[in-house]
């Protein structure tokens, strides 16, 4: 969004120099438009963009990768102060029958995303290549769906009302906690 941003921004200053500042007729041919130059010139430095921030936004359709993992606009997306279950992790029902734990989370987050665009908002280290935000869907923060539906936990420094969404649906039952699985941090070491 920068990017495109950084164009509009130079192109309207090209355009607005080149009519406030017209340059005098000339019998060079060969020279290149002021405008052309200027928007030549400001395409390069807004391709050359600025390091992600922690604010800035992504958007667009996503594909999920796990629980706790999506890809917006070709970039990997840690949803913030949230621990879902790694795909292949194996929980138990309330019946103790085991299922893949990971895998429903996926597949609950993919069905209720399903073909809506997503915004993220950076919230932690930010860099051209991943991220770690919050995403919404319309107004819907998806770690608090996720964590509210028992497909996840909060992080221990998750905002307040993650670990309220966690009371809820450990009091209904609901996902992970209609069964047994084991301490999220389980999950990350495995993941490393």
């Known amino acids: 969004m920068s990017l495109i941003l950084g164009i509009l921004l130079t192109a309207a200053a090209a355009i607005a120099g080149t009519l406030l500042c017209p340059s005098p007729p000339s019998s060079n041919r060969h020279r290149v438009p002021g405008l052309a130059l200027a928007l030549a010139a400001g395409l390069a430095l807004a391709l050359a963009g600025r390091p992600a921030e922690a604010g800035d936004l992504l958007q667009g359709r996503a594909t999920v990768v796990d629980g706790s993992t999506l890809v917006v606009g070709g970039v990997p997306v ?98 992970l906690w209609a069964g047994v699985f084991d301490d999220p941090t389980s999950w990350r070491q495995a993941a490393r």
């Open 78 to 175: 840690t949803l913030s102060g949230i621990v879902a279950p790694a795909a292949k992790t194996t929980c138990w029902d309330a019946h103790e029958a085991p299922y893949t734990c990971g895998r429903r989370a996926a597949a609950e987050l993919t069905a209720h995303i399903g073909t809506e665009g997503l915004t993220c908002e950076r919230s932690g280290p930010a860099d051209d290549r991943s991220a770690v935000a919050v995403c919404r869907m319309g107004a819907e923060d998806l770690g608090d769906w996720m964590i509210a539906r028992g497909y996840a936990v909060p992080t221990s420094d998750a905002p307040a009302s993650y670990k309220k969404a966690a009371d809820r649906a450990w009091g209904q039952r609901v996902g």
